[in-house]
């Protein structure tokens, strides 16, 4: 039929569905009641009903249930557009309605009966409404269904055998002869589907499937979807045992690389792509095959095909090299996305050599290109000048030409990220990186952005040659931009004072004539800076200007509001009970939604970042938690929280520090649990997150109790869990007191038990047989508190001014050591910053490459109780790693503390 003109350019251009509204199509199902049936008009009504439930609109049970038996009149017509749309709007209403049930003899008729285009719909909506126990009524007929020889009425009846396995597998197991034979069919998408079926009833028992798929693998199957499938079930197989190319099955995922079908030959480059432990000479045959789809005239085949070489790149940039000129060839390929995946490759794979000619090819390349994907290829040239540090100053041109572009912040953004990343990395580039930030920020719009640079100015720019070069980019934005970056420019102004002695007179000049700014922040700043300034105590520039207290925001606000409630308020407020953050504040930024970029990055480039959520057991409020973490507060945050709830942690005061989880079970033990470790002033208090993975038995009364090894530590308060039913965490607690000696209470090894009540239950109300259980335990691995657990991360942006302060008024001590377990200064450093559990200072946790002979390393933290501790490590290669450790703070027992615990 065809519309009327009028009716013609009302729907041209437009959607027809898009004026209907729910209430007036569920009313107009009352046609179906008619006699005679109006075919037409009742596939429209049957459509309009579709629609709307495919659009989400909530529609009630009642609602649903009218609709449903007003449909079931249909079934007297045999019109075939009214018998499928039937069939489609009964499987889209059979989790809404009630006593669906009824229609299931129509649809057994329909399923068995002579029409082949109602048996595949029948068998759909049949198995959409059927339950567990009618598996057993319909068995012979699924049985028929999947050998028959109409391919949709056999491939219906596989798929919907595949949706009811997870219902009843018993039932299905029985139906594998079936599948087996359909497995042998010609038409392709049996075979896939019967193979699917094969696999899921057969994958718990890994003997079987190794045993389907090394007699498939010796038969040529005809679907190349069926080949897919048993290239990802060899996959598995070869990476549940761990062996690797070695497998049985390696074999057969390289030989399909010399299918006939691309599908297949892609899925066998991409399964051995992603196999661990595998090597470039491994992946040579699937590198050629991938080499071949670059100059494919098919766009899929080239986007995959350069999708995976660049995420060969990533492990074995060797291997790809040979790819380079096809790669080269990609770069002007119509598709953004597979130049943009080209380009990033090229820039992974790349020599030192051929990166001026890289540049050129990109200059060209990136007008032609989103802000989304320029992000991405920034990322790749950050990465590049890791990789050649000293072709610095090419990149670092062409990211400062991409700064005077066009484009929105957030491509900017990943423009300064990269040149920060370069100029904090590479000291060579520092001067070149920070003259493209200065000239930047004379015409920048965005505030965060002039922000971050003025604070990177401030931490590189007294550090460089002639620092005075950079006061007058940094005082023009005193005098133009607005109070938020004027506040950081001043900042910036007393950071340079405070380092550069010759700068300092004129720096004073240029704070007095803030004073006199219109902003109360500016002034404010200024009259502090210029007090601090004028006093010149290098003890105060530090710890006022340069290193500034690096508090938790949210812990300060917690603390200074609880003070305030205090009527008494005897006692001045202490700072030492804020908790610390690892991350100064003037380097703190807003946290954003993930952005196009950020998506284009993650679909570009395939670069793939817990906490879980733990049932308090009424022993803490979850309530409480969750308003927490909702709030944005951190990890410490929610902790001090859950912990304030237990009236027994109640006198021990703030939290100083929480571990990180540790799993003291394996994850497939009947009994999981985790610690996490709370340090406090003289106490610990260790949390077990328990978990309960057997169905048939409640645990009543569930605590850990534990064995210290070294004197001192007492268990003073066992907190159990009252009841651990079936995979739902609880939480058990254990306070210990703390030696008086701080020696003695730095590290300490507990052994660990889990004691229960054990009662059985019934699985599946999970309420126990009786109130009479008998006590049971289980050996946890030991728990180890060492110098990490008694040390909180504080960050010192200037760590040799923080050092100098405490030169007069510290104790320092010093030890050397030599350490016989690791063999490399690299892995030494990781060592030691991992067990000191300290901010590594001016990034020098990273040992640059070709100088891991020696290495000094710089950390910083605060000990329990809130005593600041600096420490200097050094490090020597000389018949193995020996280190020099310097420890300065306020406390000399402290002091001597850190430096013995590395012993």
């Known amino acids: 039929m065809k519309f009327k003109s009028d009716r013609e350019d009302e729907f041209s251009g437009g959607n ?52 449903f038996f007003s449909m079931t009149k249909l079934f007297q017509s045999t019109d075939p557009s009214i018998r499928r749309m039937l069939f489609l709007a009964i499987r889209e209403l059979s989790n809404l309605a009630q006593d669906v049930i009824i229609v299931t003899s129509s649809l057994t008729k329909d399923m068995t009966g002579p029409v082949e285009a109602f048996r595949g719909p029948a068998i759909r909506a049949l198995c959409s409404i059927a339950d567990s126990g009618m598996l057993n009524q319909i068995e012979r007929y699924m049985k028929q269904a999947i050998v028959a020889k109409s391919p949709h009425v056999a491939s219906a009846a596989l798929v919907s055998t595949l949706k009811m396995y997870h219902m009843n597998p018993d039932v299905v197991k029985r139906w594998v002869n079936e599948a087996q034979e359909a497995l042998n069919s010609d038409n392709v998408m049996i075979q896939f589907h019967a193979l699917g079926l094969l696999y899921q009833i057969k994958k718990r028992d890994q003997l079987a499937v190794s045993k389907l798929v090394a007699k498939l693998s010796r038969s040529s199957l005809r679907s190349p979807y069926a080949c897919c499938l048993l ?88 291997a790809v090299t040979a790819c380079n000129l096809d790669l080269e060839n ?14 990033t490759t090229l820039l992974k794979t790349g020599n030192e050599s051929s990166v001026d000619r890289l540049m050129k090819q990109i200059t060209s390349f990136m007008t032609e290109i989103s802000d989304e994907f320029k992000a991405v290829v920034v990322d790749a040239i950050k990465a590049l000048c890791h990789k050649f540090p000293r072709k610095h100053g090419i990149l670092l041109n062409f990211l400062g030409s991409m700064l005077r572009d066009e484009g929105g912040f957030v491509y900017k953004k990943s423009i300064i990220d990269a040149i920060v990343g370069i100029v904090e990395e590479n000291v060579d580039a520092r001067e070149t990186g920070l003259a493209h930030l200065c000239e930047f920020i004379e015409d920048c719009e965005h505030d ?19 620092p005075s070069r950079y006061i007058r980019f940094i005082y023009n934005r005193v005098l133009l931009e607005n109070p938020a970056v004027t506040a950081a420019a001043v900042s910036t102004l007393a950071k340079f004072g405070a380092t550069c002695e010759d700068l300092l007179p004129n720096i004073i ?27 010149q105590d290098r003890a105060l520039n530090s710890k006022f200007i340069l290193n500034t207290m690096s508090v938790s925001i949210g812990g300060l606000e917690k603390a200074l509001s609880e003070y305030v409630k205090d009527d008494a308020c005897e006692t001045p407020f202490d700072m030492k009970s804020v908790p610390l953050s690892a991350q100064p504040l003037a380097e703190q930024t807003v946290q954003q939604k993930p952005t196009l970029a950020q998506k284009a990055k993650a679909q570009v480039a395939e670069i793939a970042s817990g906490a879980a959520k733990v049932d308090m057991g009424g022993m803490a409020s979850a309530g409480a938690a969750a308003a927490a973490a909702a709030s944005g507060a951190g990890r410490h945050e929610i902790y001090s929280e859950q912990l304030s709830q237990v009236p027994e942690f109640a006198p021990l005061g703030a939290l100083f520090k929480s571990s990180e989880v540790v799993d003291l079970t394996e994850a497939e033990t009947e009994y999981v649990v985790q610690c996490v470790k709370h340090t406090f002033n003289r106490h610990i208090v260790l949390q077990f997150n328990c978990t309960n993975t057997l169905q048939d038995q409640v645990l009543d009364r569930v605590y850990v109790e534990l064995d210290p090894s070294t004197e001192g530590f007492e268990v003073l308060k066992v907190v159990p869990c009252p009841r651990l039913i079936y995979n739902q965490p609880g939480i058990t607690y254990a306070l210990v007191s703390l030696p008086d000696d701080a020696l003695q209470a730095v590290s300490c090894t507990f052994s660990s038990t889990l004691k229960f009540i054990v009662k059985d239950c019934d699985p599946n109300t999970f309420e126990p047989d009786s109130e009479e259980g008998f006590e049971d335990d289980y050996v946890l691995e030991d728990i180890e508190v060492a110098l990490s657990d008694h040390v909180n991360k504080c960050l010192k942006a200037n760590f040799g001014a923080a050092w100098d302060s405490l030169a007069t008024d510290s104790q320092e001590v010093e030890e050397t050591f030599a350490l016989s377990s690791v063999s490399t200064v690299p892995e030494a450093v990781a060592n030691i910053v991992s067990f000191m559990g300290m901010q590594a200072c001016e990034r020098s946790d990273r040992v640059p490459e070709g100088k891991t002979n020696s290495h000094t390393l710089f950390l910083s933290g605060v000990f329990r109780g809130g005593t600041e501790v600096l420490v200097k490590v050094k490090f020597a290669l000389v018949e193995g790693v020996a280190i020099n450790v310097v420890v300065r703070s306020q406390d000399p027992n402290i002091s001597d503390v850190v430096a013995s615990s590395v012993g």
Do not use: W
């Open 16 to 67: 027809p569905f898009s004026a209907l509204d729910k209430s007036t199509v569920l009313q107009e199902t009352r046609l179906f009641n008619e006699t005679p049936i109006n075919s037409r008009r009742c596939v429209a009504r049957l459509t309009n009903l579709l629609y709307v439930l495919n659009q989400g609109e909530p529609v009630t049970t009642p609602e649903a249930t009218d609709a």
């Open 231 to 318: 290239i990802r079930v060899a996959f598995n197989l070869i990476e549940t045992s761990g062996e690797g190319t070695s497998s049985q099955f390696f074999e057969f995922i390289e030989n399909c690389l010399r299918h006939r079908h691309e599908m297949v030959i892609y899925e066998a480059a991409h399964a051995m792509v992603n196999m661990n432990g595998i090597t470039a000479k491994d992946l040579a045959p699937a590198v050629s095959v991938l080499q071949l789809f670059c100059s494919s005239p098919k766009p899929t085949l080239r986007f995959a095909a350069v999708r995976t070489l660049n995420k060969i790149a990533m492990n074995h940039p060797a």
């Open 330 to 343: 990609l770069i002007s390929d119509s598709n953004r996305s597979i130049a943009t995946l080209a380009i």
């Open 448 to 466: 965060v952005l002039a922000t971050r640079i003025l604070h990177l100015l401030g931490r590189e720019g007294p550090r460089t040659s002639q």
């Open 509 to 535: 000049t240029l704070l007095k004539r803030c004073l006199m700014d219109s902003d109360d922040e500016v002034r404010d700043r200024s009259t502090f800076y210029l007090s601090i300034l004028e006093q």
